[in-house]
């Protein structure tokens, strides 16, 4: 076993059917509609424990002969199966609307909160996993709560009233069925010790597939240009097969529960009619009686057997409720402050990181940056270089916000990015990241998620600024066009020119461009670099290149290595000093020149 399921298992083991009580702050709101289904539902099993009753009257009847009172037992038993089925469609539209209610009450909770959760987050669990527990995970409770629940309910009602109503028919055929109950007990409380093991962890192997095919189609043309579609699907393979084999074990224990607890169930019933037609044979009990202590035996037995099957159920909706509550109870460490204060309108745009460290939280013992210290002027313009790994990106990280600096502070305007609430001073950045995120809606849509509101000609004219619009209006529907998933239908030039678009709308006071021309074509690139001269007056932008053409006419050129701001200075001033930035442009620009 591998240490991944080991660890699966020892988190199983240590959870129990106590875990469905995480559901019931999503069940609070609802009380009033909980009390009408359970109304109905004590209504129904109080109907059905009345039906032997009648029962015994009619065969009694029968042997009376007494015509009249035999009509009345019938009409009376005809009433009550009228009661129970209308009972029973309450209890059924209750019950399920409750269920659909609560889950979808789960679902949106739960998205809300995976949805804001910094990147030190994904980096421990993955996406499809999410998913798995947004889909898989809910559907179970949804069913446990729309049906096993009502059912698992109702049939322990039918158990105590079944066994109180056998003792008020016959004390002594009452005992022989008490004597049952260990032999009945023992194996649902040790088998089912099993089954809530089994379960979480064919829950936890489903939520593994989930993330392996997400992970393999999510970068599915990668998959095929490395041809690496047989490993990939042999991964898959692996992990819904372990799936399936604990899948499997869970349900041959399931199923030899169910066997057991049904043979020692009936035959217990079978004594117990054995003994019972040896008093009426003797005269001590009436045939009614009899038929009666029969019906709730019966009635008793097959609450049990439904207990018993149900039991499994309860305990896959404790393993889906676990997952769902360590979700929604798990601590980031990114967190908005509790008395947070406001970015100043306007914003003026000042950025400024004074010795600030940090470590990825993935890669804690090495150092992203060592003592940064960094100052951007309102409307400066400011190119960030260095190798790869130097640093750059993760300044742009921690602007966002996407992690906090193990010391030292980053701030817009003079104040604290903790002190603030993450959806306040966003809203005065604009990025533009080196792989822009295209979804599968129109590319209309796609631009205006820069700014929701923003009308259809505000959308045009910033296509316009980033050299797209001319692309945009010669696809099938133009603007309208859907772009199909991670827009499949888009070059990596284009979806950089979109991205651009949508920052271009959002028209914030700080700009961030992570190597946005790094997929443009030079006519592209000298139009994109025209429409960003315009956007940047008046706006500060902070700008990551490698191309060192591109950010030649910045105001200010910081480099960066090894975490390290090592220089700063204009192109001119850099090249003179002969260090770090001089060899990269040496090597960039007679490259450029050779070819």
Not at 224 to 231: R, S, V
């Amino acid at each position: 076993m591998t240490d991944t399921s080991a660890a699966r298992d020892d988190r199983a083991k240590s959870k129990n059917i106590g875990a469905l009580r995480g559901l019931w702050p999503f069940i609070r709101p609802y009380r009033a509609l909980l009390a009408i289904a359970l109304l109905a539902l004590v209504a129904t099993a109080a109907i059905t424990l009345t039906l032997p009753l009648a029962v015994r009257r009619v065969v009694d009847g029968f042997e009376a002969r007494e015509i009249a009172l035999l009509n009345q037992y019938f009409g009376a038993a005809f009433g009550l199966a009228g009661l129970l089925a209308l009972g029973t469609g309450l209890r059924y539209y209750f019950v399920t609307r409750l269920g659909e209610r609560i889950v979808a009450d789960i679902r949106k909770a739960l998205f809300a909160r995976v949805i804001d959760r910094s990147p030190a987050f994904y980096e421990r669990i993955m996406t499809g996993e999410v998913l798995s527990r947004l889909t898989t995970d809910t559907t179970l409770i949804q069913s446990v709560i729309g049906s096993s629940v009502s059912i698992a309910l109702r049939n322990a009602l039918m158990l105590a009233g079944g066994l109180l109503l056998l003792g008020l028919t016959s004390a002594k055929l009452m005992g022989f069925v008490l004597l049952m109950v260990p032999a009945i007990i023992v194996p649902i409380v040790v088998m089912g010790r099993k089954l809530r093991r089994l379960s979480r962890e064919n829950q936890d192997w489903i939520a593994a597939s989930s993330g392996n095919a997400s992970e393999a189609l999510s970068s599915v043309q990668t998959v095929q240009a490395n041809t690496h579609e047989a490993a990939s699907r042999a991964e898959f393979d692996r992990v819904t097969e372990v799936s399936f084999d604990v899948a499997r074990r869970r349900i041959f224990t399931r199923a030899l529960l169910t066997v057991i607890v049904i043979f020692l169930v009936f035959a217990g019933i079978l004594g117990t009619l054995w003994v019972g037609a040896r008093d009426v044979a003797a005269g001590v009990m009436s045939p009614g009686e009899l038929a009666q202590f029969v019906i709730y035996a019966v009635i008793v037995a097959g609450s049990v057997g439904a207990l018993s099957e149900i039991w499994s159920e309860l305990q896959r909706a404790a393993g889906a409720t676990e997952r769902l509550i360590e979700l929604l109870h798990d601590h980031d460490s990114v967190q908005d402050p509790e008395d947070p204060v406001a970015l100043p309108r306007p914003t003026r745009g000042e950025v400024r990181f004074d010795k600030v460290r940090f470590a990825y939280p993935a890669r804690p013992g090495q150092q992203a940056l060592h003592d940064v210290s960094l100052h951007v002027a309102p409307g400066e313009t400011v190119a960030l270089v260095g190798p790869s790994g130097a640093g750059k990106t993760t300044i742009l990280q921690l602007l966002m916000r996407h992690y906090d600096p193990a010391s030292g502070a980053v701030r817009i305007d003079g104040m604290d990015l903790r002190d603030m609430v993450r959806q306040d001073f966003r809203k005065a950045l604009a990025l533009v990241p080196q792989d822009p995120a295209i979804f599968a809606t129109s590319a209309m849509e796609n631009i205006r998620f820069g700014r929701p509101g923003a009308s259809d000609s505000e959308v045009i004219a910033a296509a316009k600024a980033a050299a797209a619009d001319e692309f945009l209006t010669r696809l099938p529907e133009g603007y309208a066009t859907e772009l199909g998933e991670r827009g499949v239908l888009l070059s990596g030039g284009q979806k950089q020119r979109v991205a651009i678009a949508r920052a271009i709308l959002r028209d914030a006071p700080i700009l961030l461009l992570d190597e946005a021309t790094s997929a443009l074509d030079a006519e592209s690139e000298a139009a994109v670099q025209r429409a960003m001269d315009h956007l940047s007056q008046g706006r500060t932008m902070i700008v990551i290149a490698h191309r060192l053409a591109t950010v030649k006419q910045a105001d200010r050129i910081v480099v960066f290595d090894e975490g390290r701001v090592i220089a700063t200075g204009t192109h001119d001033e850099l090249v003179a000093e002969g260090g770090l930035y001089a060899r990269l442009a040496r090597l960039q620009f007679t490259s450029e020149r050779a070819a």
